[in-house]
């Protein structure tokens, strides 16, 4: 009896080098499993952070901007709200301080495509009128952000202008232009504009890289969303078909 412990501590018995070398191979194709489903894990949250973060902040921009563009008052009976407009770029008389007194702003609502070395970016200048009438708009303007990390859909451009077809006629307005490039709005067709749409795409925000420009994976497709909206001016009437200037525009008088 005494022999017993004594054998079995002798026919103790490990892995072999085979069976370490598959336990191995086991354990680590177990392991890289388990890194890769973390990895795409972690890839769609920050796939998800990124496109609710653009959506809140496109919604933000656009309800900043239609409100922005139903703004629009004529300066004085002979002069309607806008005084440019193009692809990029629109400028327009507006009154939002709150103030009973007429003391009109002079808007100007544009993207830029060189922001911060290409990253895009809407953005505004407003100029108050100095005291009138007539108003002047001679003082630095006041210039704002309203998004950056932005860059255009493709082939649709950043503003788009239409006027009623017919004085009976209010749905749809029709295309005043074929705004493309640097196509200015005809000045004999700047007190007809009843309507303004304007689209952008917006990227993730992400920390500037060396040159400026997007980085990483801000043009993810998946992570960036479209905006487009119609904004109303809101003083134009198409049934006005007396009005002295027979655009059915915005009504100044």
């Given at each position: ?5 004594t054998r079995l ?111 895009g970016a809407i ?88 040159t400026g420009g ?40």
């Open positions: 009896m005494s022999a017993l412990p501590a002798r026919e103790q018995h490990g892995f072999t080098l085979i069976e370490l070398l598959v336990s191995m191979t086991i354990g680590m194709v177990v392991l890289s499993a388990a890194m890769g489903l973390m990895e795409v894990g972690a890839r769609s949250t920050a796939r998800t952070t990124d496109r609710v973060d653009v959506t809140q902040r496109g919604r933000t921009v656009m309800t900043q901007i239609q409100r922005r563009v139903r703004s629009q008052v004529c300066l004085d009976a002979d002069t309607p709200p806008i005084t440019y407009g193009d692809a990029t770029t629109v400028k327009y008389y507006s009154d939002t301080d709150g103030d009973p007194y007429f003391a009109p702003q002079w808007h100007w609502l544009w993207y830029d495509s060189a922001w911060k070395g290409g990253r953005r505004e200048s407003v100029y108050t009128a100095s005291p009138g009438p007539p108003f002047t708009f001679t003082g630095a303007p006041v210039n704002r952000v309203l998004a950056e990390d932005v860059t255009l859909q493709p082939g649709v451009p950043f503003l788009n202008y239409y006027a009623w077809d017919a004085p009976t006629t209010a749905v749809p307005p029709v295309p005043l232009s074929t705004i493309v490039d640097d196509d200015v709005l005809p000045a004999n067709s700047m007190a007809k504009v009843v309507r303004i749409d304007v689209s952008f795409r917006l990227l993730p925000g992400r920390p500037s890289s060396a997007p980085i990483g994976n801000q043009l993810d497709a998946t992570r960036d969303a479209d905006f487009a909206t119609s904004a109303y001016v809101r003083n134009s009437d198409y049934t006005d078909s007396a009005a002295a200037n027979r655009v059915w525009g915005a009504r100044c008088s």
